[in-house]
T-cell receptor, first 112, second 116 residues
Framework: DAKTTQPPSMDCAEGRAANLPCNHS???????VYWYRQIHSQGPQYIIH???NNETNEMASLIITEDRKSSTLILPHATLRDTAVYYC?????????????FGTGTRLTVIP | SAVISQKPSRDICQRGTSLTIQCQVD?????MFWYRQQPGQSLTLIAT?????????ESGFVIDKFPISRPNLTFSTLTVSNMSPEDSSIYLC?????????????FGSGTRLTVV
């Protein structure tokens, strides 16, 4: 699976959009981009995933560049409960067949 | 998505002893995994628990230290053997299903282990 690079930490004002970047310059054509987050003292939680097209769900939006070498997770209206460590992961399968390899993630702090 | 019950949620153990952690899922799943998260660190995969056969361990992890059982498609255990303070970590169970379209994995809430 391709390696990802994320900034170690970011701050965001409550109610504003949080934009979390991820570089995955060695991603292969069949690898998906997944985002998880881990709120303190809990297990990681799936947020969103995508292959080439931008994706949106009830939690977030995922913007993937045309060359697929980077992506951005967008939380449109950050709340204090969004304070967590966010992990960007790239992997081959989009079903549950393979395990996940976590990087160091970005610690997002939402400030009142 | 599947609901995972992981027990115990936390424990404090003496060095040299062993602790068995249980992971119970409310539905049959193809894949079950065990992760370790050391204090202030990211998650590291220990092994894939295979139903009816020996677990598949990642580099740096061995069966003698982390024996794993998976007797059926809804249950697995991880034992941390002959513990030392360096084993103090959060241990997490994760499940996925090869047959499902629903993406992503579900994680248990973890077992916080402190070895004294």
């Amino acid at each position: 699976d391709a390696k990802t690079t994320q900034p170690p930490s970011m701050d965001c004002a409550e109610g504003r959009a949080a934009n979390l970047p991820c570089n995955h310059s060695t991603i292969s054509g069949n690898e998906y981009v997944y985002w998880y987050r881990q709120i303190h003292s809990q297990g990681p939680q799936y947020i969103i995933h995508g292959l080439k097209n931008n994706e949106t769900n009830e939690m977030a939006s995922l913007i993937i560049t045309e060359d697929r070498k980077s992506s951005t997770l967008i939380l449109p209206h950050a709340t204090l409960r969004d304070t967590a460590v966010y992990y960007c992961i790239v992997r081959v399968s989009r079903t549950g067949a393979n395990n996940l390899f976590f990087g160091t993630g970005t610690r997002l702090t939402v400030i009142p | 998505s599947a609901v995972i019950s992981q027990k115990p949620s936390r424990d404090i153990c003496q060095r040299g002893t062993s602790l068995t952690i249980q992971c119970q899922v409310d539905s049959q799943v193809t894949m079950m995994f065990w992760y370790r998260q050391q204090p202030g660190q990211s998650l590291t995969l220990i092994a894939t628990a295979n139903q009816g056969s020996e677990a598949t361990y990642e580099s740096g992890f061995v069966i003698d230290k982390f024996p794993i059982s998976r007797p059926n498609l809804t249950f697995s255990t991880l034992t941390v053997s002959n513990m030392s303070p360096e084993d103090s970590s959060i241990y997490l169970c994760s499940v996925g299903d090869r047959g499902r379209i629903t993406p992503g994995y579900t994680f248990g809430s973890g077992t916080r282990l402190t070895v004294v």
